[in-house]
């Protein structure tokens, strides 16, 4: 009321302009004016303050009328723990080309190294709850970390009631028509609700996340690929003799307690899913070899550019998290941001009878994985870091 009184005071003098207004005229209505003026101001305040304005509802009417829609492939990265995914996943973080999921990919509930079944026609709700990530709550609450080594966390604006309103929205004004429709959907509400992401939504060209173990099952990959027909599948392998010291040494992953034979049947089983995607998927499927994108990760990076068709960039040589420098995660101590070379060196740490076991179970696998990964340049002009 006080706003459209002092429209009205406006709109009134200039329609009555005479030559000459009496001073206390004047001051009447400038005193006036300015106590209309501190009403109001008094009336947003309080309002502002107790929710009612420039509220949840406000974000999220806004996001319904102006969200920027997110209907990208996927660069799904998958294979066995320990193997780079979380690096690879934190170098693609800052490319403007990219839009890369925070966290490891967890949308097949209630397992999550599955990929989701769905279906348009059990609405909104029900797809949502087969792709939402009981863990982001948590990091909002919380900050964003990766791994135990980095004590740093980060803010992590993602406000799952924003999500799900405006999946709904776009599920209820652009009805989806398959598994696509309703992926693109909850990708393009997943990152417009994450209110303080740095990307430029309108510049994405690919999705980028990391789903460890998931391109072990066939039937994982053709939902996939029946999904993304247009995707890339990324499966990095690791020197099996690098790898078993570090998969053992990390509890997290369940390997710490298990016998080697256990251990290395992981490998082996990452290793077989590699060679069968590569043979049925063709040059949708890119195998990299963990010891290049560590050991020489700029002309790694420029190759899956190549292979993704978006422009090198800097940013593809520095891990990130919504463009903060992350700490690697590493299953041993480390003290430096950044991409870390003392990987390369776990083999090192193997005693004798690890090294016969390893050669014996995964020594010729190894060597028919390698033969169908992609082969880095020797040496390229030298770029430098995002940060310098």
């Not at 990391?210 to 599948?233: C, H, I, K, S, W």
Request: glycine content about 6%; hydrophobic content about 45%; proline content about 6%.
């Amino acid at each position: 009321m006080h706003r459209q009184l002092l429209k009205w005071i406006r709109a009134a003098a200039a329609r009555h302009r005479v030559r000459w207004i009496p001073q206390p005229v004047r001051r009447l209505v400038r005193a006036g004016t300015r106590a209309l003026h501190r009403l109001y101001h008094l009336r947003v305040r309080r309002g502002a303050i107790a929710g009612r304005y420039a509220g949840f509802d406000d974000v999220a009417g806004f996001l319904r009328d102006q969200y920027v829609p997110l209907q990208a492939p996927m660069v799904l990265i998958s294979q066995v723990q320990r193997s780079g995914g979380t690096l690879l996943s934190q170098l693609f973080d800052g490319h403007p080309a990219l839009a890369a999921h925070p966290h490891e990919l967890k949308i097949g509930f209630p397992e999550a190294d599955r990929w989701p079944l769905l279906d348009p026609a059990r609405g909104p709700r029900w797809n949502f709850g087969r792709l939402f990530d009981m863990n982001f709550p948590r990091l909002v609450r919380r900050g964003f970390t990766k791994g135990d080594r980095d004590p740093q966390r980060y803010s992590f604006l993602l406000i799952p009631r924003l999500q799900y309103l405006l999946f709904q929205h776009l599920f209820e004004t652009k009805p989806p028509a398959g598994p696509r429709a309703i992926l693109d959907h909850f990708f393009t509400a997943f990152f417009n609700a994450w209110l303080n992401y740095q990307g430029d939504l309108a510049q994405k060209r690919w999705i980028t996340a990391f789903a460890p173990r998931l391109a072990n099952d066939e039937t994982n990959m053709q939902r996939f690929f029946d999904a993304y027909p247009d995707g890339r599948l990324i499966q990095i392998v690791r020197d099996p003799r690098s790898w078993y010291p570090s998969a053992k040494n990390h509890l997290k992953s369940g390997f710490g307690n298990k016998s080697a034979e256990h251990i290395l049947s992981r490998w082996c089983v990452s290793a077989e899913s590699m060679l069968r995607n590569k043979a049925r998927y063709g040059n949708r499927v890119i195998i990299l070899r963990f010891e290049d994108l560590v050991g020489r990760t700029e002309m790694t990076m420029r190759a899956l550019a190549r292979e993704l068709g978006i422009a090198m960039h800097p940013l593809l040589l520095e891990p990130t998290f919504n463009g903060h420098v992350m700490r690697a995660n590493s299953s041993f101590d480390v003290a430096q941001r950044g991409v870390i070379a003392a990987p390369l060196a776990r083999q090192e740490m193997l005693e004798e009878n690890e090294r016969r076991l390893i050669a014996e179970r995964c020594g010729a696998l190894y060597h028919r994985v390698l033969a169908e990964a992609i082969v880095v340049a020797a040496e390229a002009p030298r770029m430098a870091a995002a940060s310098s």
